[in-house]
């Protein structure tokens, strides 16, 4: 049989393709919460998307969304960074601290989901959220009991480590939420 003579319309193929991009963006997006590279997820998605679909064809989107995508997963990254450093480090953390409330950040972000599983979406993102601050607190406080210090360093280590876990995921997503909607927006518009 010769396919050569059916005329499909291109739409039909970009516009899925686009919305299909678009739910992937948010998915990866959302692994942000866990204390994963969502953001720079949604920078690759994007890129293959645009070599998939180059601008200069009629449809699809550019370099330039690209560029900017990833320029806010940066951004993301820098404020996420930190926002929890320093929220450790502005209470006299030491460096131990503040490596170990990075490693209790991430597993308590993954307790967090499996806890929070039962509520769908909002209790997993909450939970998240709180596990992955609350495994923060608790890296930075074993931090400064490894190291010696007394009982109200260590929890104004942790209280920082909380604290700065919690903006600087909130201000990762939010940059991502920026780089999800430019790439939206450049696709459809």
Avoid: H
């Amino acid at each position: 049989m010769d396919f050569s003579s059916i005329d499909i319309d291109p739409a039909w193929v970009y516009y899925p393709s686009a919305l299909l991009l678009v739910a992937l963006c948010v998915v990866a997006w959302f692994t942000s919460v866990f204390t994963l590279p969502g953001n720079w997820l949604v920078v690759v998605l994007a890129a293959g998307f645009a070599w998939l679909f180059p601008e200069e064809a009629g449809r699809g989107i550019g370099w330039i969304t690209v560029g900017a995508a990833a320029v806010f997963a940066l951004l993301g990254e820098v404020i996420e960074f930190a926002a929890g450093a320093a929220g450790a480090a502005k209470q006299g953390a030491s460096k131990r601290a503040v490596v170990l409330s990075l490693v209790g950040a991430i597993v308590g972000s993954v307790a967090g989901v499996m806890v929070g599983t039962p509520v769908p979406v909002i209790g997993s993102f909450m939970m998240a959220l709180l596990g992955g601050a609350g495994g923060a607190f608790a890296g930075a406080y074993l931090g400064e009991l490894w190291k010696g210090r007394e009982e109200d360093a260590r929890v104004a280590a942790g209280q920082g480590a909380f604290v700065g876990k919690i903006w600087g995921t909130l201000g990762k997503l939010a940059c991502g939420a920026v780089g999800v909607a430019i790439i939206a927006v450049s696709a459809f518009f």
